[in-house]
């Protein structure tokens, strides 16, 4: 059982930045590839980006590549979410997910159902 636990989120205006991190129990990540999603209010979970913790191979969705960047560290265990010019349509809860790295590789891990452990969320609020 692999615990996630995300923090970072808040409000900033367009134009902002903000970094989220998510700290995972597990001491090892290595079989593992970790996606950040989002959901606004009435909208359906959205991928955001994802990182395979051997390796470091990224995958961006189209509207926050420039703009996001994934990046983890080994020895905490933790992956940070940079994100910088945001947008009031970035306005969302920010999830990230663990799951096993073969959804990397099968390119299925744009799928919010493919992932196996999900922290609570954090807000982040991006006003204009």
């Known amino acids: 059982q692999v615990q996630l636990v995300e923090s970072g989120g808040g409000l900033v205006q367009a134009g902002g930045s903000l970094r989220l991190s998510c700290a995972a129990s597990?001491?090892?990540?290595?079989?593992?590839?970790v996606g950040w999603f989002r959901q606004a209010p009435g909208k359906e979970r959205e991928f955001v980006v994802v990182?395979?913790?051997?390796?470091?191979?990224?995958s961006y969705a189209d509207s926050v590549k420039g703009r996001f960047t994934i990046s983890r560290d080994n020895a905490k265990s933790t992956v940070y979410l940079q994100m910088n010019s945001l947008k009031p349509e970035d306005t969302a809860v920010y999830y990230c997910?663990?799951?096993?790295?073969?959804?990397?590789?099968?390119?299925?891990?744009?799928?919010?159902?493919?992932?196996?452990?999900w922290g609570r969320g954090t807000q982040v609020t991006v006003s204009s």
């Open positions: 997910a663990a799951g096993r790295s073969r959804i990397f590789y099968s390119g299925s891990y744009y799928d919010y159902g493919r992932y196996d452990y």
């Open positions: 597990e001491r090892t990540l290595s079989s593992y590839a």
């Open positions: 990182i395979i913790w051997s390796g470091g191979s990224t």
